[in-house]
């Protein structure tokens, strides 16, 4: 037994070459026939002629034989045929191509006659070309018929509101425009007295003073536009003595707060083109104005023309930056757009809470704004003007549109990083600046 076992071993031991040059012969000859089947790829020509090219284009890049610009949006929401004509209208390569619109009388240009336009009257063209306008809420009714009108007169205005305040005419830092409607006296004077003061604002780290000054964006709300007291008188007097309202000649509803921007932007470019730094906001809002001038002053540039001025920079907004928001589908919130209004994803945007942005953008934004018809949203619509200039909010985490936790929210420690924070009472606000300002505990 134990012989046998002993010569097995030695036999295995002398087979074991022999296997293992087997495995490599078999190893070589794949490989050899790997590669002989194997064959280089043609040489690509030099002139790729791509299919549906043109050929003969010499020295130049072959282009496509067909439309490349969708010159037809057949298929699409009210607003997005309107848009894609505008947009058309304006892309410097397709300008002098007029092809036929929707319908007849439909030249882009009539959404902004102004002077010639003879009046701001419901149109029932757009109306006709929703097949579900009858059933549409009432607001997006109100919408439509006059959404062919951006041009309102002011009620009430503030030319010197930039310029006499002060002795020095220096330009403001920051213009805080805040949306407001008549009855919110308590809202604007608890902002007078906390972080909307008007004057010379001390940063919070630093020392530096700046100049701010705030002014309130109204529309009109009185007993023509519903079942709303007549305040004008309150609201007279409360203008006279603070010098703070713009109050412009439309109604002021959900879907008409778009021309609240359209209309400061003109009143802007006259009487304080050089504020350095805008913010728009809400008269709802809490804003921690010292922190704000802190991030702001990072963001001035020494003008191009070469004096001492400064500036914001042209593409410069900041807020609470919403990307791939869809528009809602419930059909009972304020937020609802039909699908045969508008269709698709809305344009990166920033939360309209608060946002701040530069002079210098804000007249970009006044140009582009006459090429994009009108959207029931104001901080959407923003979004669809920043989208033309090829501009893209900052995201910043202190613009806080959806409030802090509700936990933290009587904690002062939890404000440190804040900016603005969306929502509060004019009591809160009171109490908030009082707090905020007085020595913060250790955080
Ligand atoms: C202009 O529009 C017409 C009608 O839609 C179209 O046939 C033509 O190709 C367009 N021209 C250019 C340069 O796009
Ligand atoms: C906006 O204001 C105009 C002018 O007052 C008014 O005709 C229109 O109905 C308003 N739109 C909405 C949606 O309230
Ligand atoms: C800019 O400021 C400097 C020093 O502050 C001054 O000497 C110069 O004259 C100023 N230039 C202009 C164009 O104002």
């Not at 009487?271 to 001035?300: M, N, P, Q, W």
């Not at 006044?366 to 995201?395: A, E, K, Q, T």
Request: with cysteine.
């Amino acid at each position: 037994m134990a012989r046998c076992r002993c010569s097995g071993r030695a036999l295995c031991l002398c087979l074991l070459p022999f296997v293992m040059m087997s495995h490599l012969l078999v190893y070589i000859m794949v490989s050899i026939f790997v590669a002989i089947s194997y064959r280089p790829e043609p040489q690509i020509p030099l002139h790729f002629v791509a299919s549906g090219a043109s050929s003969n284009s010499g020295d130049l890049a072959p282009h496509p034989l067909t439309n490349f610009w969708n010159l037809h949006l057949v298929e699409g929401a009210l607003w997005n045929r309107f848009q894609h004509l505008q947009d058309r209208q304006h892309n410097p390569i397709l300008r002098s191509n007029h092809t036929e619109l929707m319908g007849p009388n439909t030249d882009p240009n009539y959404m902004h006659k102004t002077d010639g336009f003879p009046s701001c009257h419901p149109d029932h063209l757009w109306a006709s070309q929703l097949p579900d306008f009858n059933t549409m809420s009432e607001q997006m009714q109100d919408f439509v018929l006059s959404m062919h009108c951006r041009h309102y007169s002011l009620m009430i205005d503030q030319p010197d509101l930039c310029s006499d305040q002060d002795d020095e005419k220096e330009a403001p830092l920051l213009l805080m425009a805040i949306k407001s409607q008549v009855g919110q006296f308590e809202n604007r004077q608890a902002i007078r007295e906390t972080w909307g003061r008007s004057g010379w604002v001390t940063e919070d780290t630093g020392g530096n003073r700046w100049r701010v000054r705030t002014v309130f964006l109204l529309g009109r709300q009185d007993a023509t536009t519903g079942p709303h007291a007549d305040l004008a008188a309150l609201l007279k007097l409360e203008s006279s003595h603070h010098k703070d309202i713009l109050q412009w000649d439309f109604r002021d509803t959900f879907f008409n707060l778009t021309l609240k921007d359209l209309l400061f932007w003109d009143w802007l470019s006259i009487h304080c083109s050089h504020a350095h730094f805008i913010f728009k906001g809400d008269d709802d809002v809490f804003v921690r104005t010292g922190a704000l001038l802190d991030y702001l002053k990072e963001h001035i540039f020494p003008s191009q023309d070469g004096s001492n001025r400064t500036k914001g920079k042209e593409d410069f907004l900041v807020g609470d930056v919403i990307t791939n928001a869809w528009p809602s589908i419930q059909v009972n919130t304020k937020y609802y757009i039909p699908e045969s209004f508008y269709k698709g994803v809305y344009p990166t945007y920033a939360g309209g809470g608060g946002v701040v942005y530069s002079g210098a953008l804000a007249s970009r934004l006044r140009i582009v704004s006459r090429w994009v018809s009108l959207f029931p949203i104001d901080d959407v619509y923003l979004g669809m003007c920043l989208h033309r200039l090829g501009i893209s909010p900052i995201h910043h985490q202190g613009f806080l549109t959806f409030d802090l936790p509700e936990a933290d929210r009587e904690k002062p420690c939890a404000y440190r990083r804040v900016l603005l924070v969306h929502k509060r009472s004019p009591k809160e606000m009171l109490r908030l600046w009082r707090t905020l300002n007085a020595p913060l505990p250790e955080c």
